[in-house]
């Protein structure tokens, strides 16, 4: 009934079939361009996925052997000897963390500066993509600030500015610190000597 129904509508009287119109330059420009952008997307997504199965199967299981590039890497930023005690890593589902325990930062005569028993960073591919990280607990911070018989005071080893400079009061330490997207600091302790 089907093959009758086709072959009576292709032959009856007056039937003219379509004429097949080529698509328009526009058609054929915006049908490569959304080819190219469905590749480049399929290509971000594998590249991510490689990166992201790095950090679960090379980074997190082997992060207590990257302690002392770690080190000199904060050491050389933050321009004072900064010393780690341990780092262990979790993996949990797609948000990794790191917990990095007795964390010293020196001042200029190798005394504590900063001391942070406990940081507990946590890592999510949103916080990757900005260099930070999607949660930063630092436990017990034990923070040193001395002022000295010159009248300029260090706190966590790192002078502050005088009030005559024409400075604005932030650092890029600072700064980044303050753009994580959450942080707590938990049972700290501030020591003043003067």
Known sequence: MSELLLSNSTTAPGYQPMPVVPPSRKLRWFSRLAAIIWWLCVVAAILFALAWGALHGLIVPRIGDLRPTLENRLTSMLGVPVRIGAITAQS????????????RLKDTLGRDALVLQKVIATVSPRSMLQLGFEQLVIEQPLLDVRRSPQGTITVAGFALPSQQADTTGSSPATDWFFSQREFAIRSGTVNWTD
């Open 92 to 103: 949990n589902a797609l948000a990794p963390s790191f917990e990095l325990t007795d964390v």
